[in-house]
């Protein structure tokens, strides 16, 4: 008698190759996947092995990327809320990774087809504005896991690499005569004072956001509108956590800390500009704005996100006879609000997780 039947050979077969799935995905092409929490395994590994090779084991197994990426999708398909998109560094400093922030800053990803249209948009803008003498200037507010790199965990600090994605937007975009200031040695420089990013929070704090500013001014070749710091912050005070902090379930008033906040001379009184700015829906949270000052000064339009929408309007009340903000939508901002507005300087800010275009702008000019 057979010791297995012919059709239950045929089973066994298919089980035996089943088990052989994980052995073939280490050497069988994988999707990219999340960056790995254990790069290599715990010294002396073998001395209580189910605590020390577990994590390496857990971010080595075949066909990783895959799995996790339709782990991801089964989580959207199902509004699954499980997963938070942060990672706890050094000191409490928590590090936001949704929109693949943490991998872009290690390196580990490069979206070179939106980073290309980013530079064709850029430069299309520069031009036009260069024909109406206007200037522009690109200035993107880096990741807090850029900046502080140093906090992150040892595992995510192990696998940083170049070129990132602000290297190559910065180099292509020089290429192409585009204005840059690279605010990641400003903004590193600046640590040696006081922190510049929230700990609770995926943003600078008001001291980032004083430096970035008068770095891009300086950039415009308008050192002359920078804000001192002693007109425009006071010390260092308790503040509520931020947006990272509430995926921890955590809300304090007092938890995290920034800077108080000082209006710099002179005083504005703004007066709305009109008909000027796109009209967006009342639950859009990036309303844009027009506004004039009544004190003289430059026009000054900046094309951004969070990271300036707030932030930098007391500064440039300061600064600009006429200031204007709109958010940069992925590279589909209103062009015509930037016709219609017709600016002297034009700061282009995308954050840096969201340097990849990912379309043109309505009514973008042809060229």
């Not at 929490?37 to 197994?61: K, S």
């Not at 040696?192 to 770095?215: C, E, I, M």
């Not at 800077?259 to 796109?278: D, E, F, R, S």
């Not at 949270?285 to 000052?293: D, G, I, M, N, R």
Request: proline fraction near 10%.
């Amino acid at each position: 008698m057979p010791l297995l039947l012919a059709y239950r050979r045929w089973w066994c077969l298919i089980f035996t190759a089943i088990l052989l799935l994980p052995m073939l995905g280490h050497v069988l092409p994988d999707i990219p996947g999340p960056v790995r929490p254990a790069v290599a395994p715990a010294e002396r590994w073998w001395e209580r092995a189910g605590e020390r090779v577990d994590p390496y084991i857990n971010a080595h197994f075949g066909f990783r990327g895959a799995i996790m990426a339709a782990n991801a999708a089964y989580a959207r398909a199902f509004h699954s809320t499980r997963a938070r998109p942060l990672v706890i560094g050094d000191n409490g400093q928590l590090f936001y990774t949704g929109d693949k922030a943490l991998e872009q800053s290690l390196g580990l990803v490069i979206r070179q087809p939106g980073l290309d249209q980013l530079g064709t948009v850029i430069q299309k803008l520069d031009a036009a504005l260069k024909a109406r003498g206007a200037k522009l200037v690109f200035a993107s507010p880096p990741n807090n896991t850029t900046i502080l790199h140093e906090d992150l965990p040892d595992w995510a600090e192990a696998q940083m690499r170049q070129p990132t994605e602000l290297d190559l937007v910065d180099g292509d975009l020089k290429r192409r005569g585009v204005t840059t200031v690279d605010l990641r040695p400003i903004l590193r420089a600046g640590l040696k004072d006081g922190p510049v990013y929230l700990r609770t929070d995926s943003h600078w704090n008001q001291r980032g956001a004083l430096l970035a500013f008068n770095a891009a001014m300086a950039a415009a070749g308008r050192p002359d509108l920078a804000v001192p710091p002693g007109e425009a912050i006071g010390a260092l005070r308790p503040y509520p956590t931020g947006d990272l902090a509430r995926y921890l379930g955590e809300a304090s008033p007092g938890g995290d800390r920034d800077y108080a906040i000082l209006n710099p001379p002179p005083k504005a009184t703004l007066t709305p500009i009109t008909g000027v700015m796109p009209v967006r829906p009342a639950s859009d949270p990036f309303q844009p704005y027009a506004f004039s000052t009544g004190h003289v000064g430059p026009s000054i339009m900046v094309i951004g996100d969070s990271f300036t929408q707030h932030y930098w309007t007391r500064l440039l009340e300061a600064r600009a006879g006429r200031l204007a903000w709109m958010h940069n939508n992925a590279c589909k901002f209103d062009w015509a609000a930037v016709e219609a507005f017709k600016p002297d300087i034009v700061i282009y800010a995308p954050v840096e997780r969201s340097l990849p275009c990912k379309g043109t702008p309505p009514g973008m000019p042809a060229g």
